[in-house]
């Protein structure tokens, strides 16, 4: 397997709204771009059609995007189950990587499940999870690069570093 820079790291919260304000506090992060009842379509979990509620915060810390997860719902998910297992915390690293659908089956020739797998509509690309929570004690998202995504994460970035402080949260739409 080729090497891969891990993106992302991301958590899920129990109160969106209340991680973002201890992150700034505690860690002095922001701004967190807030996307409210965020939609993931055609998703699969587990080789079901499923649907969630979530909604989802993401900072930058240097170049590395730091994401939160509320799930506002209780449909079975990949975030219900870690939060069973282990509770509220750590989820997911997140990668990229240009043919998802290999890299699926690169991990799956590893043992390591697809766990949940979805498209999102207004970048023109897809996401899934690959379960490896006994290997390496979280899940790993699969970002497939696309324009549209470059384009959305760059967009972040630069609002993140001329960011003033004045506003801790920045609601935004897909």
Same mark, same amino acid.
């Given at each position: 397997?080729?090497?891969?820079?891990?993106?992302?790291?991301?958590?899920?919260?129990?109160?969106?709204?209340?991680?973002?304000?201890?992150?700034?506090?505690?860690?002095?992060?922001?701004?967190?771009?807030?996307?409210?009842?965020?939609?993931?379509? =055609?998703?699969?979990?587990?080789?079901?059609?499923?649907? *969630?509620?979530?909604?989802?915060?993401?900072?930058?810390?240097?170049?590395?995007?730091?994401?939160?997860?509320?799930?506002? =719902?209780?449909?079975?998910?990949?975030?219900?189950?870690?939060?069973?297992?282990?509770?509220?915390?750590?989820?997911?690293?997140?990668?990229?990587?240009?043919? *998802?659908?290999?890299?699926?089956?690169?991990?799956?020739?590893?043992?390591?499940?697809?766990?949940?797998?979805?498209?999102?509509?207004?970048?023109?690309?897809?996401?899934?999870?690959?379960?490896?929570?006994?290997?390496?004690?979280?899940?790993?998202?699969?970002?497939?690069?696309?324009?549209?995504? =470059?384009?959305?994460?760059?967009?972040?970035?630069?609002?993140?570093?001329?960011? =003033?402080?004045?506003?801790?949260?920045?609601?935004?739409?897909?």
């Amino acid at each position: 397997m080729n090497r891969r820079d891990i993106v992302q790291v991301a958590y899920i919260v129990e109160d969106i709204h209340k991680a973002m304000r201890e992150w700034r506090e505690k860690l002095g992060v922001g701004p967190f771009f807030l996307f409210e009842n965020f939609s993931l379509e =055609d998703m699969i979990y587990r080789g079901k059609a499923s649907e *969630l509620n979530i909604d989802l915060a993401m900072c930058f810390s240097g170049g590395m995007v730091f994401e939160f997860i509320e799930q506002k =719902d209780k449909t079975r998910s990949v975030y219900t189950e870690v939060i069973e297992q282990s509770g509220y915390g750590f989820h997911h690293w997140a990668i990229r990587v240009h043919d *998802l659908d290999r890299a699926i089956k690169e991990y799956g020739a590893l043992g390591c499940d697809l766990a949940m797998c979805g498209r999102v509509a207004a970048l023109d690309a897809r996401a899934a999870y690959i379960d490896m929570i006994d290997e390496t004690g979280g899940m790993l998202e699969l970002i497939e690069v696309a324009p549209k995504v =470059d384009e959305f994460f760059g967009n972040l970035k630069i609002m993140s570093d001329e960011w =003033d402080g004045s506003r801790l949260v920045i609601p935004m739409a897909l």
